[in-house]
């Protein structure tokens, strides 16, 4: 199959601090003038918000600018431009949970022009940009589906256009849409890496068109008080000459669901498009009882049966063997199905 990537610019590399030209970032109010401005951007000793640091990011900047953010509870959204490049967020407490990034839009809230927010107006924190990093910190979405009464509860922890973004030791939490990873248009790549991280949600929570994978993290699927369907943990919508869509690996997922009242994933077609057809594999990877017999559904009239749905080798109390409703990866093509296939030659390490 031809795999169209869209030309980007090289992989940021390390996140050493280097020191870049005069000029290039406005240096803040309060930061010393040494003639030349540290890739280093400091919330809230420098900027008072991660978006007002993001602000002095030029477009098309081609050095690392590391934006770090001290441990604190940071109520905005964010927004990465599609033109700024190499940004990586690093929350500086002992761990994850001390820095958190969080709003409460939902794809349904009306704007000033009478339209709705959409996907990208809902995200917490939007990614367009290219080479982007978020390290040791909490993004979510908490907009409370209970208390209001809305058409369009959809409500993001992050959403992403571009390519090379790499999350590592984050945690994501919302309920219905959490993390959609996507691409600028159906036939563009884009490639999102997520290692040793936390995702929760119930609805379609892991979703998208981008070639993604998350490894070595924990997946909780959320209880939705239902005895029969509680949700959906992925939602691909892959690019149907693309052979690698999402990739969950050597994860554990858990639920608070009761036993088997959860699914492992439906076919998403933006618009009716049918050339988006979902590619998704879950290998190595532990299944919690909540999972369904028959893990996998159809979605507004798109069969499940006509996607690229599979598992190898899962284990635990959701796992079956291979059968009709449990397709299985055939072993022979396990070694072209792993995190550097789906990641096409790009290592963030």
């Given at each position: ?33 040494r003639g030349h401005r540290p890739t280093v951007l400091k919330v809230p000793s420098q900027y008072p ?218 076919p998403w077609h933006p618009s009716g498009n049918p050339d988006a057809i979902g590619q998704m594999l ?68």
């Amino acid at each position: 199959m031809p795999k169209t990537v869209r030309p980007r610019l090289a992989a940021a590399g390390a996140l050493t601090v280097l020191l870049i030209t005069a000029g290039t970032l406005p240096a803040s109010a309060d930061a010393p003038d040494r003639g030349h401005r540290p890739t280093v951007l400091k919330v809230p000793s420098q900027y008072p918000t991660v978006q007002d640091a993001v602000n002095t990011v030029p477009a098309g900047n081609t050095e690392p600018v590391t934006i770090k953010l001290a441990p604190g509870t940071y109520r905005e959204k964010v927004r990465i431009g599609d033109e700024q490049h190499r940004i990586s967020l690093v929350g500086t407490g002992r761990d994850r949970g001390d820095t958190k990034i969080v709003f409460n839009t939902p794809q349904g809230e009306l704007k000033p022009d009478g339209t709705t927010q959409g996907s990208s107006g809902s995200a917490t924190v939007m990614v367009r940009g290219d080479d982007f990093t978020a390290r040791n910190l909490t993004i979510a979405n908490d907009f409370d589906e209970g208390a209001f009464d809305i058409n369009g509860e959809q409500a993001l922890a992050v959403k992403t256009t571009g390519d090379r973004l790499f999350f590592e030791d984050v945690a994501l939490l919302g309920n219905q849409d959490t993390l959609m990873t996507d691409s600028p248009v159906l036939t563009e790549i884009s490639r999102v890496y997520v290692r040793d991280s936390y995702i929760e949600g119930d609805v379609d929570f892991i979703y998208g068109r981008a070639s993604t994978v998350i490894e070595d993290s924990v997946i909780k699927a959320l209880s939705r008080g239902s005895d029969l369907n509680n949700g959906y943990l992925t939602a691909p919508s892959t690019w149907k000459d693309n052979p690698y869509g999402i990739l969950i690996t050597d994860s554990t997922v858990l639920s608070d669901a009761p036993a088997g009242t959860f699914h492992l994933g439906r076919p998403w077609h933006p618009s009716g498009n049918p050339d988006a057809i979902g590619q998704m594999l879950i290998r190595d990877t532990k299944l919690p009882a909540a999972i369904k017999a028959a893990p996998w559904t159809d979605m507004s009239g798109f069969s499940w049966r006509d996607a690229r749905f599979a598992e190898y080798r899962t284990y635990g109390p959701g796992a079956a063997p291979e059968g009709p409703d449990r397709p299985q990866l055939d072993p022979a093509l396990a070694d072209d199905h792993e995190t550097a296939d789906y990641l096409r030659g790009w290592n963030p390490c």
